[in-house]
């Protein structure tokens, strides 16, 4: 049993393929290497099985709740998951909204103060370096959240861009310094009864909190920064803690009906709100046209000038004005689920023409879901394809995503 | 022990119970003169093998069915086919991860759990009973003196 291989330390060096991403993670570093958030003593506490992740031990479930329970749970409910791993940084200065539309492609400039946005950090080529989550404070500061697994590429890749830019003509109203919240606290409240369950903890009227939205909420003597969104296409909630603070927190956070989750359902979650994983469903060699993500790219930086200038811009206006090679999609596959790097074919034994990046059964609709990448011709809704597991070919069918219908709060 | 083992999976007619007892074989029939022997292997699956009818009965563990969580999908092996140790003969999914599961011994598949085609759960209820995967008509029933015994096994995977 491959994917068992990966439980038992002997063989932790041994990565076999076709075995979820989630346990492969982070398997460079031997157990006694790993990072911890602040939350580790909470987790054993409450019964957690820690697994590696992105360098980091990680809850990967709790107790004996197993992970279609949990997934379950979060979409009726809610569910609390430690993202604490994930890089939360401080951008400030006078020209940091020049600086943060240098590395992306959003408009950041017409964004409101106090709105959050997912965006992508792009290499030279458009390839995607990292997806992060941005928000304004103010013309003069953002908060951006960027993934544990790229934390040494992506620190890396702003110190690099800081020195160059600070050093430039571009900075001559003011330099950008960063400031990586290392330590701090990072929690997701998330199901349909998250806001209900918040709001009985604060006097801020978590109504005028909508979608994409955030603020500083005063929480049993705390004022945290809690932004409205998530990863699992419920309504929910992120909430930075300072480090002092994130088990206290935790535990304020996580009592009935709320359930501790670990990574298992997280995974499970966003990919049925159709969601990308780095290092999955997006890497350094894909933009965010094939990706899907060109709602990301702002309207007003599409086409070449000053606007349009952001690092990788070229390459990305190639596949907006050509149209991409290939493109993510959607597929629902018939018998067995299709894992990462599953080959899909043209139907009636045809052609290869893509490869699955994240697959899994889906525990609310009982299908095989899966992303992929396709080329392009193949990638419209309803076209019929055949997916390669274990030597036989699958009947699938190209589905939007998202595959479970997202309920956020707009208010 | 290791040599009474070996001996008890030739010679099944000359062996004491008690021997049967020590490997921590479970008796799963009467008879006095069967010999029905369960052994381990590094890829978390068991095999029962009766003597008498010559089928080993194949299942994953227990320790891998609580590794691999709750069971949604079993892809059984193709009924008659004639295996050899160590090919890939189906999968295990759980939501998180696919598990190949690899014949454990050399034979052809007589029997298959078509249960697990309704009731994969099966495997996470009762793993080493009523989730049985497959039974195989062994060819080389000394391959059984390859796989590990119980203590063995557990050994592997707790140290």
Same mark, same amino acid.
């Given at each position: 049993?491959?994917?068992?291989?990966?439980?038992?330390?002997?063989?932790?060096?041994?990565?076999?393929?076709?075995v979820a991403r989630l346990s492969l993670r982070g398997l460079a570093t031997s157990t006694g290497e790993l990072k911890k958030t602040g939350l580790y003593d909470f987790h054993v506490a409450n019964g957690a099985k820690m697994v590696p992740f992105a360098g980091y031990s990680m809850p990967?479930?709790?107790?004996?709740?197993?992970?279609?329970?949990?997934?379950?749970?979060?979409?009726?409910?809610?569910?609390?998951?430690?993202?604490?791993?994930?890089?939360?940084?401080?951008?400030?200065?006078?020209?940091?909204?020049?600086?943060?539309?240098?590395?992306?492609?959003?408009?950041?400039?017409?964004?409101?103060?106090?709105?959050?946005?997912?965006?992508?950090?792009?290499?030279?080529?458009?390839?995607?370096?990292?997806?992060?989550?941005?928000?304004?404070?103010?013309?003069?500061?953002?908060?951006?959240?960027?993934?544990?697994?790229?934390?040494?590429?992506?620190?890396?890749?702003?110190?690099?861009?800081?020195?160059?830019?600070?050093?430039?003509?571009?900075?001559?109203?003011?330099?950008?310094?960063?400031?990586?919240?290392?330590?701090?606290?990072?929690?997701?409240?998330?199901?349909?009864?998250?806001?209900?369950?918040?709001?009985?903890?604060?006097?801020?009227?978590?109504?005028?909190?909508?979608?994409?939205?955030?603020?500083?909420?005063?929480?049993?003597?705390?004022?945290?920064?809690?932004?409205?969104?998530?990863?699992?296409?419920?309504?929910?909630?992120?909430?930075?803690?300072?480090?002092?603070?994130?088990?206290?927190?935790?535990?304020?956070?996580? =009592?009935?009906?709320?359930?501790?989750?670990?990574?298992?359902?997280?995974?499970?979650?966003?990919?049925?709100?159709?969601?990308?994983?780095?290092?999955?469903?997006?890497?350094?060699?894909?933009?965010?046209?094939?990706?899907?993500?060109?709602?990301?790219?702002?309207?007003?930086?599409?086409?070449?000038?000053?606007?349009?200038?952001?690092?990788?811009?070229?390459?990305?206006?190639?596949?907006?004005?050509?149209?991409?090679?290939?493109?993510?999609?959607?597929?629902?596959?018939?018998?067995?689920?299709?894992?990462?790097?599953?080959?899909?074919?043209?139907?009636?034994?045809?052609?290869?023409?893509?490869?699955?990046?994240?697959?899994?059964?889906?525990?609310?609709?009982?299908?095989?879901?899966?992303?992929?990448?396709?080329?392009?011709?193949?990638?419209?809704?309803?076209?019929?394809?055949?997916?390669?597991?274990?030597?036989?070919?699958?009947?699938?069918?190209?589905?939007?995503?998202?595959?479970? =219908?997202?309920?956020?709060?707009?208010? | 022990?290791?040599?009474?083992?070996?001996?008890?999976?030739?010679?099944?007619?000359?062996?004491?119970?008690?021997?049967?007892?020590?490997?921590?074989?479970?008796?799963?029939?009467?008879?006095?003169?069967?010999?029905?022997?369960?052994?381990?292997?590094?890829?978390?699956?068991?095999?029962?093998?009766?003597?008498?009818?010559?089928?080993?009965?194949?299942?994953?563990?227990?320790?891998?069915?609580?590794?691999?969580?709750?069971?949604?999908?079993?892809?059984?092996?193709?009924?008659?086919?004639?295996?050899?140790?160590?090919?890939?003969?189906?999968?295990?999914?759980?939501?998180?991860?696919?598990?190949?599961?690899?014949?454990?011994?050399?034979?052809?598949?007589?029997?298959?759990?078509?249960?697990?085609?309704?009731?994969?759960?099966?495997?996470?209820?009762?793993?080493?009973?009523?989730?049985?995967?497959?039974?195989?008509?062994?060819?080389?029933?000394?391959?059984?003196?390859?796989?590990?015994?119980?203590?063995?096994?557990?050994?592997?995977?707790?140290?």
């Amino acid at each position: 049993m491959s994917a068992l291989r990966t439980l038992t330390r002997t063989r932790l060096a041994q990565p076999v393929c076709r075995v979820a991403r989630l346990s492969l993670r982070g398997l460079a570093t031997s157990t006694g290497e790993l990072k911890k958030t602040g939350l580790y003593d909470f987790h054993v506490a409450n019964g957690a099985k820690m697994v590696p992740f992105a360098g980091y031990s990680m809850p990967l479930s709790y107790g004996d709740v197993g992970q279609v329970a949990s997934h379950t749970h979060v979409r009726t409910s809610a569910g609390l998951f430690d993202v604490g791993h994930m890089v939360q940084s401080n951008f400030r200065g006078a020209t940091v909204t020049q600086f943060l539309e240098w590395l992306t492609p959003s408009s950041l400039d017409s964004l409101p103060p106090y709105t959050s946005t997912l965006s992508v950090l792009l290499n030279e080529k458009g390839g995607i370096i990292d997806d992060t989550v941005i928000t304004k404070h103010s013309d003069t500061a953002f908060y951006v959240v960027t993934n544990s697994s790229r934390r040494e590429r992506d620190l890396a890749w702003f110190s690099s861009k800081l020195e160059e830019w600070n050093a430039s003509e571009r900075a001559k109203d003011g330099k950008v310094d960063i400031e990586v919240l290392d330590g701090w606290g990072l929690l997701a409240l998330q199901g349909p009864e998250s806001a209900s369950y918040l709001q009985s903890l604060t006097s801020f009227d978590l109504s005028e909190l909508t979608f994409g939205k955030s603020a500083f909420v005063p929480l049993e003597g705390f004022n945290l920064h809690v932004a409205r969104g998530g990863y699992t296409g419920e309504d929910g909630f992120e909430i930075s803690i300072p480090p002092q603070h994130a088990a206290e927190v935790a535990a304020l956070l996580s =009592k009935t009906p709320v359930q501790l989750t670990g990574l298992g359902a997280r995974d499970s979650l966003r990919l049925e709100a159709g969601m990308c994983l780095y290092g999955n469903d997006l890497d350094e060699d894909t933009t965010p046209v094939e990706a899907g993500l060109t709602w990301v790219i702002g309207k007003d930086r599409r086409e070449a000038g000053e606007r349009g200038n952001f690092i990788g811009a070229e390459a990305v206006r190639k596949h907006l004005k050509d149209g991409p090679p290939r493109r993510r999609v959607g597929l629902v596959v018939d018998g067995a689920p299709a894992r990462q790097g599953a080959k899909i074919f043209a139907p009636s034994g045809g052609e290869l023409i893509g490869t699955v990046t994240s697959g899994i059964p889906s525990p609310t609709l009982s299908k095989n879901i899966a992303m992929a990448y396709v080329q392009t011709g193949f990638h419209k809704k309803g076209t019929e394809v055949e997916v390669d597991v274990r030597n036989k070919r699958r009947t699938a069918v190209l589905t939007p995503m998202p595959f479970v =219908k997202s309920r956020y709060w707009r208010g | 022990m290791i040599s009474a083992l070996r001996q008890a999976s030739r010679s099944y007619a000359a062996i004491p119970r008690r021997v049967a007892a020590a490997a921590g074989s479970p008796r799963l029939t009467p008879q006095l003169r069967t010999l029905i022997t369960k052994k381990y292997t590094e890829e978390h699956e068991t095999v029962t093998y009766d003597d008498a009818t010559g089928l080993g009965i194949v299942t994953i563990t227990e320790h891998a069915q609580s590794s691999l969580g709750d069971v949604v999908f079993v892809e059984l092996p193709q009924l008659d086919s004639k295996v050899e140790k160590g090919d890939q003969i189906g999968a295990v999914e759980s939501v998180k991860a696919a598990s190949d599961i690899y014949a454990p011994v050399s034979g052809i598949i007589r029997e298959i759990n078509e249960q697990l085609n309704d009731q994969p759960g099966l495997l996470n209820k009762a793993p080493e009973t009523k989730g049985w995967l497959c039974k195989i008509e062994m060819t080389k029933p000394e391959e059984m003196e390859e796989l590990m015994t119980e203590a063995a096994y557990h050994d592997l995977h707790e140290s």
